[in-house]
């Protein structure tokens, strides 16, 4: 995997790792802004529609209560069937039924169980007393409830089967002494109170009342309205369980309940789930009415969390910009140099130069390696050529130490050969003549035999020694094999070959500087053959030539020169 791919990889993991925690702490963030928000619009919330709610109610109940009071309705309780009596209270009702909101009152008397009733049309004028309140009828239980529990004030909603209406009763106990006579009161229309004060007006906001023991009285959906929850067992209620899915919901707000009973005029929070969806749940106690007031937030319509996703966005296409810049920084400064290297490199390993410019485009470290190759691709290349050189210096040794004779240092019968072929070669063009001289030590055998081989030795460096003394500067000699010696003469013509033939004769034969073991002088003579090359002549014809002259030396007595003459024939020297 290239370098580059590798750090694309990297980049997108890099990239994939830190958005999550990103992505979580934005949303924690936010969450916890939302949260905080919706905590304060609760509180606000819930003390406002406390006041919007309890106006319209307290006012009822402070004219219930002076109903309650009044001094009429009190001594008509004491003596229920009594006309007169009956007949003030009900003035005294009617009055009442102007002020009250809704034009409508109702009173029950415990004496003769008698209920009175009359409402904004005056429907029932004249026809007041309604029906007689039966304990033993269900319908009528809430009424023997209220008085049994003796709360002075409480406010229910109901349906009265008998009147066919439904509505939020406000109940004010009539008290004569500490004796419970009565009860008196008036009944708010359900669907306007409910329209005014729990209707859901801000999107996303509602608001419920329920009593101290959980049951709903005031709820938009009317269905979930516990109905009568004072004749009621505690399983029977419609309760806010209704409401939370969840019990740990649940029990946060009968816990808020509870602490909010001892912390009065106090909102708590809670957060909970309805519907599946997140809301904020916020609680206030009217002791007034005795009721709790329940304001739920739903945080999604209200502050939706997608509004935070334009920081997420943001986030990601500066977090994408960085990387791309740094993708772009770390191409130019890292990858596109240790490309370079790279080429650079596989030039130096094909035998190429690279450029003088290479290390001059980087710097810091890449510039620093860049240099330091270039440094070493340089002794590299010296070292190369320094090698190059020492091996052309030793093949040509070799080549030379291939082509001499170890002990005379001339020529060998290799190194002449080569040297005759291309004499005869230019002669052949250059009209240049060429002659051969074919040495051989006479007796050289009983030499070593009566001598030694390396007295030998000396008589055959000794005899090259003055071979070469002898010869022109433009002639060559060589050691031919063993006790033979080859000399090669340019320009050379028979009196050429024959006068240097005859000096090397005689000053071998004259030679006093070979010694034998004793100290006494070898004798040395060497017999010569000659022979001048003909036009066109090749080698093997030559030396044929000139080793039968040399033959023909030898025959004649040896110590002596013969020349081959051009017809073959040989001819003295
Ligand atoms: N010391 C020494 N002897 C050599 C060397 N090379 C050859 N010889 C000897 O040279 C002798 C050559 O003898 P021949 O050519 O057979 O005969 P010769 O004794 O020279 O007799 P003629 O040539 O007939 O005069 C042999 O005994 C070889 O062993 C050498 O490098 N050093």
């Given at each position: 995997?290239?370098?580059?791919?590798?750090?694309?990889?990297?980049?997108?993991?890099?990239?994939?790792?830190?958005?999550?925690?990103?992505?979580?702490?934005?949303?924690?963030?936010?969450?916890?802004?939302?949260?905080?928000?919706?905590?304060?619009?609760?509180?606000?919330?819930?003390?406002?529609?406390?006041?919007?709610?309890?106006?319209?109610?307290?006012?009822?109940?402070?004219?219930?209560?002076?109903?309650?009071?009044?001094?009429?309705?009190?001594?008509?309780?004491?003596?229920?069937?009594?006309?007169?009596?009956?007949?003030?209270?009900?003035a005294e009702m009617e009055s009442f039924r102007q002020s009250f909101q809704d034009h409508n009152y109702f009173v029950g008397l415990k004496g003769n169980g008698r209920y009175y009733f009359n409402n904004a049309q005056n429907e029932f004028a004249?026809?007041?007393?309604?029906?007689?309140?039966?304990?033993?009828?269900?319908?009528?239980?809430?009424?023997?409830?209220?008085?049994?529990?003796?709360?002075?004030?409480?406010?229910?909603?109901?349906?009265?089967?008998?009147?066919?209406?439904?509505?939020?009763?406000?109940?004010?106990?009539?008290?004569?002494?500490?004796?419970?006579?009565?009860?008196?009161?008036?009944?708010?229309?359900?669907?306007?109170?409910?329209?005014?004060?729990?209707?859901?007006?801000?999107?996303g906001v509602t608001s419920l009342f329920i009593d101290r023991a959980g049951a709903i009285q005031l709820h938009r959906n009317q269905a979930l309205i516990d109905y009568g929850s004072v004749s009621k067992r505690p399983g029977e209620r419609n309760t806010i369980d209704?409401?939370?899915?969840?019990?740990?919901?649940?029990?946060?707000?009968?816990?808020?309940?509870?602490?909010?009973?001892?912390?009065?005029?106090?909102?708590?929070?809670?957060?909970?789930?309805?519907?599946?969806?997140?809301?904020?749940?916020?609680?206030?106690?009217?002791?007034?009415?005795?009721?709790?007031?329940?304001?739920?937030?739903?945080?999604?319509?209200?502050l939706p969390f997608g509004q935070f996703s334009g920081i997420i966005l943001l986030y990601a296409l500066s977090l994408l910009g960085i990387l791309v810049l740094f993708n772009m920084t770390l191409s130019r400064l890292v990858l596109q140099p240790l490309g370079k290297l790279d080429a650079a490199m596989a030039l130096v390993e094909t035998g190429g130069q690279v450029p003088a410019s290479l290390d001059q485009q980087a710097s810091g470290e890449i510039g620093s390696l860049m240099r330091r190759f270039m440094q070493m691709a340089r002794t590299v290349t010296e070292a190369r050529h320094d090698l190059e050189g020492k091996v052309q210096e030793r093949t040509q040794a070799l080549d030379r130490l291939s082509k001499t004779d170890s002990l005379t240092e001339l020529l060998n019968r290799r190194g002449m050969s080569e040297r005759l072929e291309a004499e005869l070669v230019r002669m052949a063009r250059e009209a240049w003549p060429v002659g051969i001289l074919w040495l051989d030590v006479d007796h050289f055998k009983q030499i070593n035999d009566q001598t030694g081989h390396a007295t030998g030795d000396l008589a055959l460096k000794a005899i090259a020694g003055i071979i070469e003394a002898e010869l022109r500067r433009y002639d060559v000699v060589s050691r031919w094999g063993g006790d033979e010696f080859l000399v090669m003469l340019q320009p050379a013509g028979a009196e050429v070959l024959a006068a240097l033939g005859e000096r090397i004769r005689s000053e071998v034969a004259s030679c006093r500087t070979v010694l034998d073991p004793a100290g006494a002088i070898v004798p040395l003579s060497v017999s010569i053959g000659g022979a001048l090359a003909r036009p066109g002549e090749d080698l093997d014809s030559l030396l044929h030539r000139g080793d039968t002259a040399l033959y023909a030396a030898k025959a004649a007595g040896r110590n002596v020169v013969r020349l081959a003459a051009p017809a073959d024939e040989l001819t003295p020297a």
């Open positions: 995997m290239s370098l580059r791919l590798r750090f694309h990889l990297l980049t997108l993991f890099f990239f994939v790792i830190s958005a999550v925690p990103v992505w979580l702490s934005v949303r924690t963030l936010a969450e916890g802004i939302v949260e905080q928000w919706a905590v304060r619009y609760a509180e606000k919330q819930v003390l406002y529609d406390k006041e919007r709610t309890l106006q319209p109610i307290l006012r009822e109940v402070a004219l219930a209560r002076q109903l309650a009071n009044s001094q009429y309705i009190r001594e008509w309780s004491r003596q229920p069937d009594e006309a007169g009596a009956t007949r003030h209270a009900v004249g026809r007041e007393y309604r029906y007689t309140l039966n304990p033993k009828q269900p319908k009528d239980a809430w009424f023997y409830d209220l008085i049994r529990q003796g709360r002075d004030i409480h406010i229910n909603v109901n349906p009265d089967p008998e009147l066919g209406i439904t509505k939020l009763w406000i109940d004010v106990l009539i008290r004569d002494g500490s004796e419970i006579v009565g009860i008196a009161g008036t009944g708010l229309d359900l669907g306007s109170f409910i329209g005014n004060v729990v209707e859901e007006k801000v999107p209704l409401l939370f899915e969840d019990s740990a919901d649940r029990k946060a707000i009968y816990a808020a309940m509870k602490l909010l009973e001892v912390q009065n005029g106090k909102v708590v929070t809670e957060l909970v789930n309805m519907g599946g969806k997140r809301h904020l749940a916020g609680l206030v106690y009217l002791p007034e009415i005795d009721w709790y007031e329940i304001t739920l937030l739903d945080l999604d319509v209200l």
